[in-house]
């Protein structure tokens, strides 16, 4: 059982103060990455690109953030190549009779045991001609063992995945996965030629979005393609001011120069992080909860001032369309977490 809301006046805040007291003058930034992490575990999941110049401290944020979450939850990636994503570790699945996508482990299940039952049935019998007919049964059984698996396809689950890029991404890297992150369909099958035993096409199959958060210190500006990146991910960038840079230097000499349990009195409590841990844990736990069996383009909450909301914004350019969009997943987002 995890901490009780109730334990905690404001949790959300609680988690953001604790963050705060290694982020100096970063309150927005840290609040961003900290509501793009917690949108993985919805439908609709959150993108965020932090770009500024090298040493802004991009990284330290995401990782002090992403470092109260759950652990097999986050994915660090140093770099990846431009289709890693599309042959991650799956499952072996195929088609039933309604065309879902159902792993093939209870049908091989299946299989074995009707192989057993024949196998049993065999060694107990001696007539001839029943026993060539029951190896033959088991040979089609084998046979039907190598045909579910030849056709079988993996699913890579994507799902309440974070993807955070500890280094500038590839473009090309981000056009590969510009699609998936578009959140057109909930699964949607990868293709590619399979040279492992003798060439021939194989799909794979990816469900769900991932979250992705990546720091970049170079401008993708000029890019062509950056509208359709702007599209699909928030982008945001450090405070870059004299007084974050002094806060930042006290902390790194308190961090350096201090005991451990100085430290621990006087910038932040490891009692205070276990708590703030726990609360995400139970904040997790509740979203996926509520948004279990909601259809990502209903989200069931109720928004009252939605009106004065439609009025206030502008209706001039497609972004806008897309800002508008990014309003009313944050709005059913925190309603989520109440």
Known sequence: MHLEFKDVEDPTKFCLSVICKEVKEDVKLVRQVFYVILSAYTKNPMNLAINAPTGEGKSYVVRKVA?????????????????????????LVVKNERGDHVPIDSKMAAIDSQIEDKLNEENGNNHRDLKKALAH???????????????????????????????????????????????DKDEVEYQYVDT???????????????????????????????????????????????????????????????????????????????????????????????????????????????????QSFPSEKASDMTAAQRVYNYLTFCLWSI
Do not use: C
């Not at 276990?274 to 948004?291: C, F, M, Y």
């Open 137 to 183: 049964d088991i040979k089609k059984l084998e046979q039907g063992k190598r045909d579910l698996y030849k056709n079988a396809k993996k699913l890579i689950d994507l799902n309440h995945t974070i993807l955070i890029f500890g280094d500038t991404p590839k473009m090309s890297l981000l056009e590969a996965i510009m699609s998936l992150l578009s959140h």
């Open 67 to 91: 470092e109260l979450f759950p652990k097999p939850d986050i994915v660090y990636l140093a770099s990846m190549t431009d289709k890693a994503l599309f042959h991650r570790h799956g499952t």
């Open 196 to 310: 492992s035993n003798e060439i021939k096409t194989r799909s794979n199959i990816l469900r769900g979005f991932p979250t992705v958060i990546f720091t970049a210190a170079m401008d993708y500006s000029d890019y062509p393609r950056w509208p359709e990146i702007q599209r699909r991910f928030i982008i945001s960038n450090p405070n870059m001011t004299k007084e974050k840079y002094r806060e930042s230097i006290r902390l790194i000499g308190a961090r350096f120069g201090l005991p451990e349990f100085v430290y621990d009195a006087t910038i932040v409590s490891k009692a205070d992080k276990d708590k703030a841990r726990e609360i995400i844990l139970g904040l997790k736990e509740k979203i996926l909860s509520v948004t279990a069996n909601n259809n990502p383009d209903s989200p069931n909450v109720f928004v009252p001032f939605l009106e004065s909301i439609e």
